[in-house]
């Protein structure tokens, strides 16, 4: 029994982010539109496709995905995409394109964009809570000595 009980722990922990009784119901942001916005805050995350640094602002467009404890689950189907505003200045070396991301805030609205030439309008979700997930570490390189016992045929 003490060997389970550290396994069913981790799998009851949270994220990284405090969660405020304020958010709802997950709505993905595919289902948002501008007349039809959530009225509770939302928890959205995903990979970053594009970054915007405004005046006051960064203003980063996400691919959304499912979360799992906060973490975007990128083998799963995409949700959509939205765009995750950010007050000041949010380095570019840091919200780099391709870093998953994982931000709680409210939906203020939504702005007309385009993908590539395909015209999207974007859920705007103004955050007040964001995490960065690190990257994957990379694989580590084979020696290429392999040890056994048995008979084989190598080519």
Not at 50 to 79: F, G, I, K, M
């Amino acid at each position: 029994m003490l060997v389970v009980a550290p396994v069913l722990l981790a799998g009851c922990a949270s994220g990284p982010l405090e969660i405020p009784d304020a958010v709802g119901d997950p709505v993905p942001p595919r289902s948002v539109a501008a007349d039809s916005l959530p009225a509770e805050d939302q928890v959205w995350g995903g990979v970053i496709a594009r970054v915007d640094n405004r005046a006051d602002s960064t203003v980063l467009e996400v691919v959304s995905y499912p979360l799992q404890r906060q973490e975007p689950q990128t083998r799963q189907a995409n949700t959509g995409r939205f765009r995750l505003k950010l007050d000041g200045f949010a380095d570019p070396v840091d919200y780099r394109p391709g870093r998953r991301v994982t931000a709680v805030g409210t939906v203020s609205g939504t702005e007309e964009g385009s993908i590539g030439e395909l015209a999207y309008v974007f859920p705007l979700l103004d955050a007040y809570s964001v995490h960065l997930w690190p990257d994957p570490e990379p694989p580590r390189p084979s020696s290429g000595v392999r040890f056994g016992i048995g008979i084989g045929i190598g080519l």
